[in-house]
């Protein structure tokens, strides 16, 4: 079984490689390492080994787990489906929402974030694959939401974040994301900092076909662990 270490050299390399196909370099794209159900103990050491970026889908599990991990200067990235009744706690403990898909919830987040002497970057989670089981504002409305949120104080959008489709082969996956592209492109220039797709089976897709940062669980902690 390899190190989470030795995993996470592998994932970048393999990031380096899918920006130069995209005439890029590896600095451009920023890794999440999805931390969601992993114990503490291998967070560390996924932090000791040089992440940066921590993705947690759970605001609670991660109040817990983050108030035992020395983790200055490691960016927080929400990205799961939030509540509007936890907006309070993820506002003041993330330094990214990645997952704003209606105007309430980023209304919520925009007072909390006010409160808390702060701006939130804010990503809009939009459902490219078309899916049921999947949360996002629909294609169609991203540009109507991003210019809400454009004017809600406390909050800084940065851009778009979605995913490809769950059974869906390579052609549907780069469809997904070739869509999302074309939305992050309709921002405006300002608004157009990062364009969030591509996970563990699919993130060199991703980023060939435009990705800026990629969310990355199994391929640097291996299974996910079981929640309580």
Known sequence: MNSIAENLIKIQERIARAA???????????????SKTQPAEV??????????DLGE???????????????????LHFIGHLQKNK????????????????????QALGRRAGMAGKQLDVLLEVNVSGEESKF?????????????VMQIEGL???????????????????????????LFD?????????????????FEAAIEEGSTMVRIGTGIFGPRQMRN
Do not use: W
């Not at 130069?20 to 999805?34: D, H, P, W």
């Not at 889908?57 to 960016?75: D, L, R, S």
């Not at 996002?136 to 809400?148: F, H, I, K, M, Y």
């Open 20 to 34: 130069a196909r995209s005439g890029r370099t590896q600095e451009e794209i920023c890794l999440v390492a999805v």
């Open 186 to 202: 309709a921002l405006p220039a300002e608004y157009r900092q990062v364009l969030s797709m591509g996970m563990t089976g699919d």
């Open 43 to 52: 967070i560390r050491q996924a932090l000791a080994a040089g992440a940066t």
């Open 87 to 106: 907006a309070g706690k993820a506002a003041t403990l993330f330094d990214v929402v990645q997952s704003i898909d209606h105007i309430a919830l980023a």
């Open 136 to 148: 996002g504002v629909a294609p169609e409305g991203t540009l109507d939401l991003a210019a809400e």
């Open 156 to 182: 800084r959008l940065r851009g778009l974040m979605g995913m490809g489709p769950l059974r869906g082969d390579e052609r549907a996956t780069r469809k997904s994301f070739q869509q999302l592209k074309r």
């Open 57 to 75: 889908n759970y605001v609670q599990e991660a109040e817990e787990k983050f108030a035992g991990i020395p983790h200055a200067g490691v960016t």
